[in-house]
């Protein structure tokens, strides 16, 4: 069967597709910009690449009209956009009215939990989606998840930093939450079992694990697993705004996801309408077994998807490709070349940057702009990378974007989504000279922007020769 689906570059998304293809299904993948998925990796016939954009219905029509089934994966929870709910909205009416003029009988749509009459903004947007969606005339199918749990995860992230990096939490009382997590595998269990599934057309479900834990318990439990003792002492006084900075400072997470996650835990999110466990018999997986099993994948470098690789800022939404060519005219640049004895070893060297790995040189001084950027709202040093040694296009890595990464063209391309006055760009290109060109490129915002370069002039001046000295040696 022909399978459309949606949010094709998106964390489900990404791990739900190796198992429709590996069901024998022909699957068309929507992505706003092509440059960010690569086809290549699957190594299957029965995939195909449409690139559109919800809010635009001419490029709808590119969708297929004899499709079977679709998966609506389209969420905004990591915006900064006041008006998301208004765009959530308005891309559900487009994508209904365009999936009505198919042959698609089913749309299988994943939303969150909902547990009280007043609901936060996030989690009302999802509602008014799932009621557009409700009305068309093909059947829906609604999944509604809480706590995601694998690696890669936005939760499981947040977990790790605050386990991992405090021994001793003065926390905020919404700790004492209840949840009921679920595996991301129990997740795709779920999405891939009700496809045509004729029983669960025009039907919602609740879908968590098999235990009811307290924010609190799953950090103590995390803990526990990873062999790690820690000690919470909840506050009354923490206030949600509090509450988000906190996250915000401690974890690799964003300011806006930070407030939220902290908006959606302040209510129960725990199961209702459980039916769906019965009628597809997914054998559902513990708290503890799906973080040990997360830790699993982080441990061989199978990684599939990560919540950090998600497009959030308005220049990126543009799409990759217009950052790809990079300025000159109105531009400062820091030039670094030398010559290496060993391309292979340079260009491992280049595709191990940031992370764990770190910047070979100077990396205090990295990590000190990491923090500076965390001060004023920016995205910091803490996202690292998904693996510590491949790299593609759209993934993150520190506080740049891989815009372009190639071995054979022996070019790596990144930019900037630190705060700046202005836009950066960082490559490294090894010639057919092998050759190691290092440029930072710079397009100052107003005069802001020009003091912003001399000022840090200076440090870049032994940085960058300090960084380009340590790749290109043996």
């Known amino acids: 069967m022909?399978?459309?689906?949606?949010?094709?570059?998106?964390?489900?998304?990404?791990?739900?597709?190796?198992?429709?293809?590996?069901?024998?299904h022909s699957v068309v993948c929507c992505v706003r910009d092509r440059q960010r998925f690569s086809v290549q990796k699957y190594a299957s016939e029965n995939i195909s690449v449409i690139e559109l954009d919800f809010l635009d219905e001419e490029s709808l029509l590119r969708i297929p009209e004899d499709i079977a089934a679709a998966y609506y994966l389209v969420h905004s929870m990591a915006t900064e956009h006041g008006n998301f709910s208004e765009l959530e909205q308005r891309s559900a009416v487009n994508f209904k009215q365009r999936i009505e003029a198919t042959n698609a009988r089913q749309v299988i749509y994943l939303s969150g939990i909902v547990n009280e009459q007043r609901l936060s903004k996030h989690l009302a947007s999802r509602k008014a989606v799932e009621d557009i969606l409700s009305s068309a005339t093909f059947k829906l199918t609604t999944l509604k998840a809480g706590i995601i749990v694998g690696s890669g995860s936005a939760s499981f992230?947040?977990?790790r930093d605050l386990v991992e990096k405090l021994p001793v939490m003065i926390a905020p009382r919404w700790l004492e939450t209840r949840s009921q997590p679920i595996a991301v595998r129990n997740v795709i269990d779920y999405l891939h079992g009700v496809l045509l599934q004729e029983e669960t057309f025009g039907q919602s479900f609740d879908i968590g694990g098999p235990d009811v834990i307290t924010y609190k318990q799953m950090l103590l439990k995390f803990a526990a697993v990873r062999g790690l003792r820690r000690s919470i002492f909840i506050v009354p006084v923490m206030t949600p705004r509090l509450s988000s900075y906190w996250l915000y400072f401690v974890t690799a997470t964003s300011y806006t996801l930070a407030k939220h996650l902290v908006n959606s835990m302040k209510?129960?999110?725990?199961?209702?309408?459980?039916?769906?466990?019965?009628?597809?018999?997914?054998?559902?997986?513990?708290?503890?077994?799906?973080?040990?099993?997360?830790?699993?994948?982080?441990?061989?470098q199978q990684v599939v998807s990560s919540w950090k690789d998600a497009l959030t800022s308005d220049v990126l939404n543009q799409g990759l490709s217009h950052l790809v060519e990079v300025p000159v005219h109105g531009c400062f640049q820091d030039k670094q070349m030398v010559k290496v004895s060993n391309p292979e070893t340079c260009l491992g060297k280049i595709w191990a940057i940031g992370g764990e790995t770190g910047w070979y040189y100077a990396n205090w001084l990295w990590e000190v702009r990491g923090f500076l950027d965390k001060m004023v709202g920016g995205v910091g040093l803490r996202r690292g990378r998904k693996n510590p040694t491949a790299i593609g296009a759209g993934e993150v890595l520190d506080f740049w974007r891989v815009l372009f990464a190639s071995r054979e063209e022996k070019r790596l391309l990144l930019y900037a989504e630190m705060r700046l006055p202005?836009?950066?760009?960082?490559?490294?290109?090894?010639?057919?000279?092998?050759?190691?060109?290092?440029?930072?490129?710079?397009?100052?915002?107003?005069?802001?922007g020009r003091l912003y370069w001399y000022a840090v002039l200076p440090f870049h001046g032994f940085i960058f020769r300090g960084m380009i000295k340590k790749i290109a040696a043996a």
Not at 293 to 298: E, G, R, S, V
Request: charged fraction near 25%; hydrophobic fraction near 45%; charge should be negative.
């Open 267 to 300: 209510v129960d999110v725990t199961c209702k309408d459980n039916r769906i466990h019965e009628m597809l018999g997914v054998s559902l997986l513990r708290y503890e077994e799906a973080i040990a099993m997360a830790f699993d994948k982080i441990e061989q």
């Open 422 to 448: 202005g836009e950066a760009w960082l490559e490294f290109k090894v010639d057919d000279e092998n050759r190691l060109h290092q440029t930072a490129t710079f397009r100052p915002l107003g005069l802001l």
């Open 157 to 159: 992230e947040i977990i």
């Open 2 to 24: 022909k399978i459309l689906l949606t949010g094709a570059t998106g964390y489900i998304a990404q791990r739900l597709l190796p198992v429709l293809l590996q069901a024998g």
